[in-house]
């Protein structure tokens, strides 16, 4: 099998001169200034080894790759109560659509669309005031990365904010189903500003160890969630992770990985890695078109598809 240094060095190499880039996110205005020839890519295996190539130390806002984080403090806080108040399917829908939500009583299809991850937000807002729970969320994530300069973009929450029109009406829809028990403008704001956080290749990598390690802090041996818990988040991350491009990604990645707006994926590696990849360019739904190629790239050469 090829050496992982040499696999990542020349994705890197190949990602760099491809001139197919895919479309920067412009619904968010601060996400439409980032320049598309970035590429970052950073993978850790369970004995610390570090191997990353392009600009994966470059920060990123990493957008809807919170909701992992976000999930597994709600499951910490009330267990499998979760599942009263959002699903586990894949919705087959865009992120940000509201038509599920009349279908299926105000309950959103899984905690990774925009809706979901609004109810999940509410679940650990609740019982604390907003600041607090942002506390909270960055904390965990200066804990699993090992880093406590990881912090929030303030600009891109701001914009966030100006132009959250579509995530407004998806909270105040689930607020009239009982949904949400917290007032819509506190838990949209700590929604807002988490998925405002601004992470590198190498943070984000560093901060998804856990999950492809039994749920284990592989460098410390500190049990971060239970086996079984890891492995279900890892589930909902494979069918759920990449809205409505989830099967393709499953077909040609083969890894649970959660995308994000500001085209970062992080991806699976049960048992082997933690991946994270960066590419603003998005393709048709929503995901990183670089950075989905790479990724798919990388499985096909190492033979880390989980499915053989």
């Excluded at 942002?134 to 891109?156: Q, S, T």
């Excluded at 360019?281 to 190492?302: F, P, V």
Aim: glycine share 12%.
């Amino acid at each position: 099998m090829p050496e992982l240094e040499t696999v990542v060095r020349e994705i890197a190499e190949e990602m760099r001169a491809r001139p197919d880039r895919g479309e920067v996110a412009s619904y968010i205005p601060e996400l439409a200034r980032v320049d598309p020839a970035a590429f970052g890519i950073a993978v850790v295996d369970g004995e610390g080894r570090m191997v990353v190539g392009g600009d994966a130390d470059a920060p990123f806002s990493i957008q809807s790759i919170s909701k992992v984080f976000t999930l597994t403090l709600a499951l910490g806080k009330i267990g499998n109560l979760l599942w009263r108040r959002v699903g586990r399917e894949p919705s087959g829908s865009p992120f940000n659509s509201i038509v599920q939500l009349e279908n299926e009583h105000g309950i959103p299809r899984n905690p990774f669309i925009n809706a979901g991850a609004i109810a999940v937000t509410d679940v650990i807002l609740s019982g604390h005031q907003p600041r607090d729970t942002l506390g909270e969320i960055l904390r965990f994530l200066h804990f699993l990365a090992e880093d406590p300069a990881i912090g929030i973009d303030e600009a891109v929450a701001a914009s966030e904010q100006r132009t959250g029109f579509r995530n407004r009406a998806l909270a105040n829809y689930m607020k009239s189903f009982n949904v949400l028990e917290n007032p819509v403008d506190y838990t949209l704001g700590v929604y807002f500003h988490h998925c405002a956080i601004a992470m590198s290749c190498r943070q984000l990598a560093m901060a998804g160890r856990f999950l492809a390690h039994n749920g284990r802090n592989p460098a410390t041996g500190f049990s971060v969630v239970s086996p079984e818990r890891a492995r279900r988040i890892n589930a909902i991350m494979l069918t759920c992770g990449h809205y409505d491009g989830s099967g393709e990604f499953a077909y040609r990645v083969g890894l649970p990985g959660k995308s994000g707006v500001g085209g970062g994926i992080l991806a699976v590696a049960p048992g082997k890695a933690s991946i994270a990849v960066w590419s603003p360019g998005l393709d048709a739904s929503g995901n990183s078109h670089l950075g989905r190629l790479a990724l798919e790239k990388l499985t096909h050469r190492l033979g880390w598809s989980i499915f053989g």
